[in-house]
């Protein structure tokens, strides 16, 4: 009966493949726990892997949060998408750093904006995690006050905002 | 069936490039996901097809279901099971595929590098592309079964 001798295979091959998959993903770097946070009322959704860029604690979740401290003007918005989705659109006065880009971009910033200005990151929102990326390099830099406004431009310019150009 | 193309299915070299072609596709399609699971995860949610608790764990194992087939189609060993892996992992890819074309839902497929874009058209290529593997893997299933039982 060749079924039996095929399924002598499967249970070689699936159960080898299902436990290298564990054991690889356990010893890797950039591995990852068995459940992520795929909930975007959460926040910006993550698989959580190791080397994982979003922090809950520097979310605004709340958008009228975001609105208050850039109707203060004490914060410089950064706006970590890529420069042509900057360059057709983006929140009034936020500076370019795409978070690919970052190293051409950074030096420019700091010379313009003292470590201690609070600082407020955006991208495309909560399935898009470059404004986490960029608020790491940032903290990394040295900025101390860094946020992640998570809703980003889609939901900024939905409510009527100010934007630019 | 023509007595030719019959020699030309069942000859040796035939099946071996169909083998070579297939395992050695899902091979290279495995590794980058392999590498960047968190890449890969976030891919699995963009279909929008599976329940939450569930992407990591696709995430976690579905390349070394592609892997390990695959590199056994390529040694030649298992040759019957993992076609059928592979087979059955392309039916469930074109089914996927065919449920976000008829909706109209833009995704990243995700199949051989993460930031495949998954517009209408190269939609239409990625599917297309796995009806043509499918061929090949049920090809290699049936083509086994019947040498193998031959042979016995």
Redesign the interface.
């Known amino acids: 009966m060749p079924y039996k001798d095929i399924l002598k295979e499967f249970l070689i091959l699936l159960p080898l493949s299902v436990a290298v998959a564990f054991m690889v993903n356990h010893f890797s770097p950039r591995g990852i726990p068995f459940f992520g946070e795929w909930d975007v009322s959460k926040g910006v959704i993550t698989a959580k892997s190791r080397n994982d860029v979003v922090v809950r604690e520097l979310e605004i979740k709340d958008f009228f949060e975001a609105k208050e401290i850039f109707d203060s003007g004490n914060a410089v918005f950064v706006d970590a998408r890529s420069p042509d989705m900057y360059e057709e659109a983006h929140i009034a006065g936020a500076v370019s750093i795409p978070a690919y880009m970052f190293n051409e971009y950074i030096i420019e910033f700091t010379a313009l904006y003292p470590v201690s200005t609070p600082v407020v990151t955006y991208c495309s929102g909560r399935e898009c995690e470059d404004g986490h990326t960029v608020a790491q390099y940032l903290i990394e830099e040295g900025y101390s006050d860094v946020r992640v406004f998570i809703d980003g431009y889609p939901l900024w310019f939905e409510r009527g905002f100010s934007v630019e150009p | 069936m023509n007595p030719e193309v019959e020699r030309l299915l069942y000859h040796r070299r035939t099946r071996l490039v169909a083998r070579w072609i297939l395992g050695g596709t899902f091979v290279y399609a495995a590794l980058h996901k ?5 890449g890969f ?2 891919i699995i ?2 279909y929008s097809l599976f329940p ?2 569930s ?3 696709i ?3 579905t ?3 592609e ?3 695959g590199l ?1 189609l390529i040694l030649g060993i ?1 040759l ?3 076609a ?2 592979i087979s059955s992992m392309l039916l469930s890819f074109i089914v996927i595929l065919s449920i976000n074309i008829a909706r109209g839902h833009e995704f990243d497929c995700g199949c051989f590098s993460i930031g495949e874009a998954g517009h209408a058209s190269a939609v239409v290529q990625l599917l297309v592309r796995d009806i043509f593997l499918f061929v090949f893997g049920v090809y290699v299933v049936l083509i086994e ?1 019947y040498t ?2 031959k042979s ?1």
Not at chain 2, 34 to 38: G, K
């Open positions: 392999i590498v960047d699971p968190a995860a976030k949610y963009g939450e608790y992407i990591n764990l995430a976690i194992i390349p070394f279901l892997f390990f087939p056994a298992y019957r099971s993992a059928t892996i079964i193998q039982r016995v």
